[in-house]
Each structure stands twice: as structure tokens, then as C-alpha cells.
């Protein structure tokens, strides 16, 4: 992914736009980081249940709602998108046990 700061299209004279811009650019790189981290344990309960480990399943689902929270509390997704995601891994998880 090309970076935002160097691109011809944001070409700032000002320098506290200069400084805003490599803000938003290091912002923008930790929410994708964040956001690639979110997935990843996603996929970690999704495996798990499909596989048929209950516990492993509820611990993935435990440690992935925390990660959830978190990500809501910082504004990188908002509330009820991290409660969605949280439900549906829930279900996911409660589904091996049944």
C-alpha cells in the first residue's frame, strides 16, 4: 500500500498540514495493523469450531471479543460492529458445544 504522505495528491506547504498528514499516515498503518489482527483471531474461532474443539473454540472466542472491545474503544470500528462480530463469534463458538 502506497503511503498517503508522498503521494503528488497531498502536496502540503503548510507545516502543521505536513505534520497532520504523517499523523494520519501513522494512524492509518496501526488501524490496518489492528484491523489484520481482528481477522486473523477471527479466523482462529472459526478454525477452531470447525474443527470441533469446543475449548479451544471458547478460548479463541474469548481472547477475539477482548480484541473486539478494544478496537471499538479506540474508534477504529465502530460499537455495534464490534458487538455484531462479537455475537456471530459467540454463536460460532456455542455451536461446537451443542
Do not use: C, F, Y
Not at 7 to 17: E, G, V, Y
Not at 18 to 43: C, D, F, G, M, Y
Amino acid at each position: 500500500m502506497e503511503p498517503l504522505v508522498d503521494s503528488p495528491t497531498r502536496m502540503a506547504n503548510i507545516k502543521s498540514q505536513k505534520k497532520r498528514n504523517i499523523q494520519n499516515e501513522k494512524r492509518h498503518q496501526r488501524n490496518v495493523a489492528t484491523k489484520s489482527a481482528l481477522k486473523t483471531s477471527t479466523k482462529g474461532v472459526h478454525a477452531a469450531a470447525a474443527a470441533g474443539d469446543a475449548d479451544a473454540a471458547k478460548t479463541a472466542q474469548l481472547e477475539a471479543a477482548r480484541a473486539l472491545d478494544k478496537a471499538a474503544s479506540r474508534g477504529i470500528l465502530h460499537k455495534k460492529t464490534a458487538a455484531r462480530r462479537k455475537s456471530r463469534l459467540a454463536k460460532a463458538a456455542n455451536a461446537t458445544t451443542a
